[in-house]
């Protein structure tokens, strides 16, 4: 049962996702595109509307102006994930240096090189396109809350320096100093790592930046049957159908005709909520004068975040697989949770009491078994595909949409040589096996982190397989 104070603190709390409300000031969606009607053309159809399509449509009429591009988008522009995330932008290409450095050792350099340049391109996209994201690259905290997360941090910081990068060990005074919170044990600051924005904002601005382009969009034109079509593509939507020369295909968690791709993700429920902005006496009792986002070190983690006007965003921690993959408007809110996190919340900085939040809600995240992205191509070669970053999409689904640029275009690149863009994480297995095995390995990291870090036979199992827990 939820405390008192739990209870108080989300009383007032809207059941809506922060950075998509209208009523927050400065918050201005864009009129959505007519939905396509009757039959169209492209040169190059583009298939989802967040980051991974908006990427791929704006770097496609930037090799190459000429080219005709159509936006496909089921609803509206970034009304999914890419809305409803925590706004980490992480250079990172593979959710982070330790699940990279296991998977590929031999290029773990190559890809930390290649994550790094592609964070400074969105900083350098955002200022060409004049995109007010509030993208601050202000670098990442993790903070250890248990003495065996400080020492896995502290074996990572060598890690990041032997590779070149900027890794501050932190004790736990000055990780305190950093951020305070009675929990924190220890941490490390990567200031290079991370850059902190709106994610919303990001995705209404690159849509922007894709009409200037001359992109065309077609919302509400859900995306029913691909077919191969003379030397293209051929997509059946509802009320028409598009021919394309090419397709690149970014719909996350919603694989929808594209079979190929529901062997390799799940849809899992990721949850947040927003606090309303702090007054000058609790920001001063928090510290957090660098603004960093802030992850803490556990199997399931915390992650938080300050907005531009000083709210802390808290998320994280429980990750809901529903049976069979089931998305549902319903799953949005789901009330355990947000009293869950609240708690947590307060236990981390109990100097905040009597803070309340303002928002609550949760969105589907695409998970596959590395927890980083994959690729590969369908139709003949003239449809690519990425999919499954697992949450950390926000920086990385640009490198994915060149990707599938690449891969259309036949061009053997710094990105499609690496084996990370060869390979194809392992399939998950058909219910109700999958579902079975998603509840196991979720209570295991749950005990793992009970008891110091260590791995039960479950999760051993799973590393040896290919298919190791990465939170």
Not at 173 to 188: H, I, M
Not at 388 to 401: C, D, Q, S, W
Request: glycine residues 14%; hydrophobic residues 45%.
């Amino acid at each position: 049962m939820p405390t008192p104070s739990v209870r108080a603190a989300l009383a007032d709390a809207e059941p809506r996702v922060f950075w998509l409300d209208p009523g927050v000031p400065g918050h201005a969606p864009p009129d959505p595109a007519p939905p396509l009607t009757g039959r169209a053309t492209a040169d190059l159809a583009v298939v989802g509307g967040g980051y991974s399509g908006l990427w791929a449509a704006l770097i496609a009429k930037e090799r190459d102006p000429g080219r005709d591009v159509l936006l496909l988008e089921a609803r509206t522009a970034g009304w999914a994930a890419s809305g409803r995330n925590g706004g980490f932008c992480a250079a990172s290409l593979t959710h982070g240096h330790g699940n990279g450095a296991a998977r590929w050792p031999g290029e773990i350099a190559e890809l930390e090189r290649l994550g790094r340049a592609n964070l400074d391109a969105i900083g350098a996209a955002v200022d060409r396109h004049g995109i007010d994201c509030e993208f601050e690259r202000t670098g990442e905290l993790l903070v250890a809350t248990e003495p065996w997360q400080a020492a896995e941090l502290a074996q990572e910081g060598a890690a990041l320096r032997a590779l070149g990068h900027t890794a501050v060990d932190l004790d736990a005074a000055a990780t305190r100093a950093a951020v305070d919170s009675p929990t924190y044990v220890g941490g490390l600051f990567a200031p290079d790592a991370v850059a902190m924005l709106h994610p919303a904002k990001l995705a209404w601005g690159l849509r922007a930046a894709c009409e200037r382009a001359g992109v065309r969009f077609a919302e509400h034109t859900p995306v029913r049957a691909v077919r191969r079509a003379g030397g293209g593509v051929e997509l059946g939507v509802r009320g028409g159908s598009v021919r394309a020369g090419a397709v690149a295909w970014g719909t996350g968690a919603f694989p929808g005709p594209l079979r190929r791709l529901r062997a390799f993700t799940v849809p899992v429920y990721d949850y947040a909520l927003m606090t309303e902005p702090l007054d000058r006496a609790q920001k001063a009792a928090i510290g957090w004068r660098g603004r960093q986002g802030v992850s803490d070190s556990g199997n399931l983690f915390h992650y938080a975040r300050l907005t531009a006007d000083d709210r802390i965003l808290w998320g994280g921690y429980d990750a809901v697989y529903h049976y069979g993959g089931a998305v549902r408007p319903e799953y949005a809110q789901r009330s355990a949770t947000s009293e869950r996190l609240a708690a947590h919340f307060f236990a981390t900085f109990p100097q905040l009491e009597g803070l309340r939040f303002t928002h609550t809600w949760g969105g589907v995240i695409d998970t596959c078994t590395r927890f980083c992205a994959f690729f590969g191509t369908a139709a003949g070669g003239r449809l690519a595909y990425a999919a499954g970053y697992t949450g950390l999409g926000v920086g990385a689904t640009r490198f994915g949409a060149q990707v599938v640029l690449d891969l259309l275009d036949g061009a053997r690149t710094e990105r499609t040589r690496t084996a990370m863009v060869r390979s194809r994480p392992v399939p998950f297995p058909p219910e109700p096996l999958r579902w079975a095995g998603i509840r196991l390995t979720v209570a295991s990291a749950a005990a793992a982190d009970r008891n110091g870090g260590r791995r039960n036979l479950w999760l051993r199992g799973l590393d040896a397989a290919g298919m190791g827990f990465d939170s």
